[in-house]
């Protein structure tokens, strides 16, 4: 059977370390919860060939979804997706603007670095998706400016948001190269993992509330 993206991504992640697992020993999060897993994408940037293919990868599944003659600029969210945002922009010769968190204290005050024009079509990028909440503060500064999220592009998902995301009364499409049913099957084929280990990680991912 021909190996799918969304595994082509997985084992790509696996490789160059960007998912752990430590199902015993766990790692802390900033919550202060324990976690027999930690996922890490800023390391892609460090890896070439690997990012290449990620991002070759993820402008076959953008052309997919979405209609390239109507998107107008590639909006990358600090900071972790101005990398990604940089490279996917090249890749579909797109102008890019990046987002603060928050508006800066001093000069003219701005979130938003870049041109970004009223009405236009946006793709946010960033590295992955965990429950959303970080995206809030991005998709609204683009509203703020006029403009229109038509897609949510990452690397990776977590599966606590599905294909879509939901921003007021949009649906916002969610674009993604791998999630953790990919990882944890190639964990195992790659015997990373064993079925307890993969169990055990399925039932923390699923307090979680993740859902694939």
């Given at each position: ?47 070439p060939k690997e990012r290449k293919k990620l991002i070759n ?26 990398p990604f945002a940089s490279l996917v922009s090249e890749s ?9 968190k928050e508006k800066k204290k001093f000069g003219r005050n ?103």
């Amino acid at each position: 059977m021909k190996k799918k993206i969304c595994n082509f991504a997985a084992e790509i992640l696996l490789d160059i370390q960007c998912v752990n697992f430590s199902p015993k020993k766990q790692f802390k999060l900033t919550s202060g919860k324990n976690s027999p897993v930690y996922c890490d994408c800023r390391r892609i940037i460090s890896f070439p060939k690997e990012r290449k293919k990620l991002i070759n990868f993820g402008i076959k599944k953008i052309k997919e979804k979405v209609d390239i003659k109507k998107i107008s600029t590639v909006a990358g969210g600090e900071t972790a997706g101005i990398p990604f945002a940089s490279l996917v922009s090249e890749s579909l010769n797109l102008p890019m603007i990046y987002i603060r968190k928050e508006k800066k204290k001093f000069g003219r005050n701005s979130q938003i670095e870049g041109v970004i024009k009223n009405k236009e079509n946006i793709i946010l990028v960033e590295d992955l998706m965990t429950d959303g909440g970080s995206k809030l503060n991005f998709l609204e500064a683009i509203e703020r400016a006029g403009a229109k999220t038509k897609a949510i592009f990452v690397i990776f998902n977590y599966g606590i948001i599905g294909d879509y995301f939901k921003f007021k009364k949009q649906n916002i499409e969610v674009i993604y190269l791998t999630n953790w049913k990919f990882i944890l099957e190639e964990a195992y084929r790659k015997k990373i993992l064993s079925s307890s280990e993969i169990k055990l990680i399925e039932k923390f991912l699923s307090n979680m509330n993740v859902k694939n």
